[in-house]
Nanobody, 130 residues
Framework: QVQLVESGGGLVQPGGSLRLSCAAS????????IGWFRQAPGKEREGVSC????????YYAASVKGRFTISRDNAKNIFYLQMNSLKPEDTAVYSC???????????????????????WGQGTQVTVSS
């Protein structure tokens, strides 16, 4: 079955950390640009962090820069979002995506529309609250 499956979400206190994982099955990630998106209640979906396989460029949203880190493990066919110093405003459903066409990380994160991607995960809830 061709799919992306997220895991690692949950409830964490402000200042805490979580690592989200996005495992690919049915295809190999090493030829795909990858990214993480999030949607908070009542807000539009936004690109959090994206990496282009074409030029290697990495984009982070200003709100997460310095706190979140995206990485991939091609051998395991999985990629991650390490989230540190979490804030209540990071509360959202986080979704991962993979696509073969995006030239830059900025371009990918600027397009938070699930239907445009080759692969899109089901989402995992992250709640930051005391």
């Amino acid at each position: 079955q061709v799919q992306l499956v997220e895991s690692g979400g949950g409830l964490v206190q402000p200042g805490g950390s979580l690592r989200l994982s996005c495992a690919a099955s049915g295809f190999t990630l090493d030829t795909y640009s990858i990214g993480w998106f999030r949607q908070a209640p009542g807000k539009e979906r936004e690109g959090v962090s994206c990496v282009s396989v074409r030029d290697g460029s990495t984009y982070y949203a200003a709100s997460v820069k310095g706190r979140f880190t995206i990485s991939r493990d091609n051998a395991k066919n999985i990629f991650y979002l390490q989230m540190n110093s979490l804030k209540p405003e990071d509360t959202a459903v986080y979704s991962c995506a993979a696509d073969s066409t995006y030239l830059t990380g900025v371009a990918m994160c600027a397009t938070p529309i699930a239907g445009l991607y080759d692969h899109w995960g089901q989402g995992t809830q992250v709640t930051v609250s005391s």
